[in-house]
């Protein structure tokens, strides 16, 4: 099988970078099979490139090597890493981008705190290296643009079977934001916020399956209270809470959009009610 390089940035469709970056991957690696997961995330939203990189990176075979670029503090003191996990390996600045892989796969203990950041020791089944050896790089590296001179050769010399620690030195921890969970208040009714809004407008927030509470409930958004939750989207008429595909808690309106119906956004509340 043609080794699997994924592409997900904030790059857009209508300018010449993303074909930059394949065009050095097939350079390197003919043979390498791309596939492009998003270039949609908005622009410098590392948050929300994280959060989509987690709801697909699993479904891949094991080996991919996973390209994730939304990197507002390119040319800076941020660094580049390759993550080693035992699913994949992955190919980011050390901005936060893997929160979500990282918090999947390592339980691991805060050693510093900065600007809502947390450097994190990983623990065993995840290794990490910084990218510092230039020789896999392109020349001249361009200052603003470290997604086709740096991490696109990477990627693509990993996809040759090159060792990770060809590339730089092992480091012991990386940083990344809080991931968003739900709490109990004091009425005990679970509060979770939005992640994500996707293409239909469906609200996914960071409520999971295994949260809810047992029995009935009713969950509470922008002033309008639904009962219960649904399957499926066909099952009932305007707006309606699922347990969606990403295994959350989601706001939907069938034949419509939830968001644009609510004027929600991201970080919005969403209350959990349990029927006394």
Not at 206 to 231: F, K
Request: glycine share 8%; proline share 6%.
């Amino acid at each position: 099988m043609a080794p699997i390089i994924t592409l997900t940035t904030d790059f857009g469709s209508s300018d010449a970078y993303v074909a930059a970056m394949r065009g050095v991957i097939l350079s390197t690696n003919p043979e390498a099979s791309i596939v492009d997961i998003t270039h949609s995330i908005e622009p410098q939203n590392v948050a929300q490139g994280a959060f989509v990189l987690s709801q697909c990176y699993r479904y891949f075979p094991k080996q991919t090597v996973h390209m994730a670029i939304v990197d507002p503090g390119v040319g800076g003191e941020r660094q580049g890493i390759i993550l080693k996990t035992p699913l994949a390996l992955f190919v980011a600045p050390d901005n936060g981008i893997l929160s979500y892989v990282i918090s999947d796969l390592n339980q691991s203990s805060a050693v510093q705190n900065s600007q809502n950041f947390t450097e994190i020791k990983l623990k065993k089944g995840l290794e990490a290296v910084v990218i510092t050896d230039p020789r896999f790089w392109r020349h001249p590296v361009s200052p603003t643009f470290h997604g086709r001179d740096i991490f696109a050769p990477v990627a693509a010399g990993l996809s040759l079977g090159i060792s990770p620690y060809e590339f730089g030195e092992k480091i012991t921890s990386l940083h990344v934001f809080p991931v968003s969970k739900p709490l109990l208040d004091l009425q005990d009714n679970l509060i979770g916020h939005i992640l994500y809004i996707d293409h239909f407008g469906n609200l996914i927030s960071d409520i999971r399956s295994s949260d809810l509470p047992e029995g009935d409930i009713s969950i509470e958004v922008a002033g309008q209270r639904i009962r219960g939750i649904r399957s499926y989207y066909a099952q009932d008429e305007g707006l309606m809470a699922i347990l969606g595909s990403s295994g959350y808690l989601e706001i939907s309106m069938r034949n419509g959009s939830a968001c644009d119906f609510l004027d929600m956004g991201v970080g919005d509340e969403v209350r959990v009610i349990p029927q006394r």
